[in-house]
């Protein structure tokens, strides 16, 4: 068997490569532990590598900042069987303040925009927190805003299960399956701007349903398959700031305490399948280049 991982930032983005490479190594490590052989693209021409890659393996996973993922998966789904996110519902989480609109809608908090004085100002096409800052000035051009809230910043990491099903059949794939709630390290800059340093999983908090509910219910009304990453500020609501349909940091520290193989539950939630739950040992802390201490 073989597995295409094609990771972007590895070739094109220096600032995102460090995470870029640590995810890729956790997951070829995780595949190759599974009985594949991983390839990976060679070269900078990340389009065509997809398409001469993809043909070769069983199964691909696009690994890419969430406004270039709808392209990428796209291409990737028409040679090989995709184990991430559905290029579509990428598509839409993209879009952060389309996203927003469709989460705020079906009842789950999120950030406003104008009813605070400071608002955090983000780029519409950026991830991680590259350009994100804490200001009083209006947004500018290809940015948007959300009202600053107080409170702790988290994140939850789950693996949505694809919906199956044959012509005269159709249901709805799993439950999206838990693997860690993580504390996210953040630190504010005295230039205003907001910078990710890292995080601490898993997270034993007393507030864990209510997390992990909200989460949930953000990814089931997106539709996300794969791994995704809902990043939250916890204050009186639980708020989803963003919704990653895509690998994350975080994924270094779940893998150092996590008893499966992440690699065996994206191919299984990708035909509708895969545990009800995994098991945890100790805890991690990762740094924002994707290094691990066990604690």
Do not use: W
Not at 47 to 67: F, N, S, T
Not at 146 to 172: K, M, N, P, W
Not at 194 to 213: D, S
Request: aromatic share 6%.
């Amino acid at each position: 068997m073989k597995a295409l991982l094609a990771e972007y930032a590895v070739f094109h983005d220096p600032r995102l490569a460090p995470e870029g490479e640590a995810m890729l190594r956790v997951l070829s490590e995780s595949f190759a532990r599974c009985g594949y052989e991983v390839l990976t693209p060679e070269d900078g021409d990340f389009v065509g590598e997809i398409k001469r890659l993809a043909p070769l393996c069983d199964v691909g996973l696009v690994i890419a900042p969430d406004h270039l993922l709808f392209r990428f998966t796209s291409v990737l789904e028409k040679y090989t069987h995709s184990v991430g996110c559905g290029s579509m519902n990428a598509a839409v989480c993209a879009d952060k303040v389309q996203c927003g609109q469709i989460l705020a809608r079906n009842g789950v908090p999120v950030p406003g925009s104008g009813s605070t004085a400071t608002q955090v100002v983000k780029p519409a096409l950026g991830c991680g927190s590259v350009g994100v800052c804490l200001t009083k000035e209006p947004p500018g051009k290809g940015e948007y805003a959300q009202d600053y809230i107080e409170g702790e910043h988290l994140s939850v990491s789950l693996v949505g299960s694809r919906v199956v099903g044959d012509a005269c059949s159709f249901y709805t794939g799993k439950p999206p399956l838990l693997l860690a709630v993580n504390r996210q390290l953040i630190a504010f800059g005295d230039d205003g701007c907001i910078r990710y340093l890292g995080g601490e999983t898993p997270v034993a908090h007393p507030r864990h349903e209510e997390l992990v509910n909200t989460a949930t219910r953000a990814v089931q009304i997106l539709g996300c398959q794969g791994y995704v990453g809902v990043d939250i500020v916890l204050a009186d609501h639980p708020y989803v700031v963003d919704v990653n349909p895509r690998i994350t940091t975080s994924i270094v520290g779940i893998a150092a305490c996590m008893q499966e193989e992440i690699a065996e539950i994206l191919v299984q939630a990708s035909k509708g399948g895969g545990p009800n739950e995994v098991h945890l040992r100790g805890r991690a802390r990762f740094d924002s280049h994707g290094r691990v201490e066990r604690l």
